[in-house]
């Protein structure tokens, strides 16, 4: 009964999804600009150095600072909701621009990463997470906020030798979530089948159901089934195919998957279920077997 090969199929997702997407504003706090008028005032050789080019200027150093600490705050917002470290969505900046200083973004996460996350979570867990990312807004303005202040904040002490205000910059954020809403039904219902996978207590076979050449797969095999398995990618037994040709199919022997370490994979002797996966260039397809004994 072990012999019998197992067939189950996958689904391709698309490169990359957006989760939401991001608005981000910076000027000068009102303080800091009544400061700089005063200090106009009392000195007739003032000269007002922090004008809108300060911003465009120094865009690079502001970039770095928001997509650092944004990443910061999703990275633990994610972490806690469950989701593995190696597999956190990314800040992306798409563009930004002075007038005061404006940055617009995108919280992504990656091809078969959409289908993990949704393995993880959940249908149900998307409102939580769309509730819990616009909950995010103030801890997230106020923790960028405060880091430009201080650069700020330095900058106009050294330009003018004179302490200016505490605060030195306004800033505000807006976390469009809507994308995440259409997560499910846009992208989930978007998947089609490409390949089929058999799996015995002896051997793997994949077949490539597609008219196009499949190249650079990675297979991975791992024992047993539970949310927590989908992220041990690091622990699985793998193999590696170059080139699968269109409705062409391959067997590979289970022994030849191998560890990190060099280890053969090996099946216990008694009923098991293996989570697989498969990973090629457009995204990474996940299986479930139950193997009897």
């Known amino acids: 009964m072990g012999k019998n090969l197992i067939d189950g199929r996958g689904f391709r997702m698309e490169n990359n999804v957006i989760l939401a997407k991001i608005n981000f504003f910076m000027d000068l706090s009102d303080e800091t600009k009544i400061w700089l008028c005063d200090l106009e005032k009392n000195n007739p050789c003032f000269r007002n150095e922090i004008d809108l080019d300060y911003f465009s200027f120094n865009k690079e150093k502001w970039k770095i600072i928001f997509v650092n600490s944004s990443q910061q705050i999703i990275d633990e917002f994610f972490l806690d909701l469950g989701l593995s470290k190696e597999y956190l969505p990314k800040i992306e900046v798409q563009d930004y621009y002075s007038g005061s200083f404006v940055i617009n973004a995108d919280i992504i996460i990656s091809s078969g990463l959409t289908l993990l996350f949704n393995s993880i979570h959940g249908f149900s867990g998307v409102p939580q997470i769309y509730e819990g990312l616009k909950g995010l807004k103030t801890k997230w303005n106020e923790s960028i906020r405060d880091i430009i202040s201080k650069e700020v904040y330095q900058d106009l002490k050294n330009t003018y030798n004179q302490r200016p205000p505490r605060v030195t910059v306004d800033t505000k954020i807006a976390i469009d979530t809507r994308p995440l809403l259409d997560l499910n039904e846009r992208d989930m219902r978007s998947q089609s089948a490409q390949i089929n996978v058999g799996l015995s207590r002896h051997s793997f076979k994949l077949e490539n159901l597609s008219e196009e050449t499949i190249s650079h797969l990675r297979v991975g095999l791992l024992i047993g089934f539970s949310k927590e398995k989908l992220c041990e990618f690091e622990n699985s ?57």
Not at 238 to 264: E, M, P, V
Not at 277 to 284: A, L, P, Q, Y
């Open 237 to 293: 037994y793998q193999n590696g195919i170059n080139n699968l040709f269109a409705h062409k199919s391959i067997t590979i022997n289970l022994c030849d998957f191998l560890d990190k370490n060099g280890n053969s994979f090996d099946l216990p002797r008694e009923p098991v279920y293996i989570v697989c996966w498969v990973e090629e260039g457009n995204g990474i397809y996940f299986f479930q077997f139950y193997l009897d004994y």
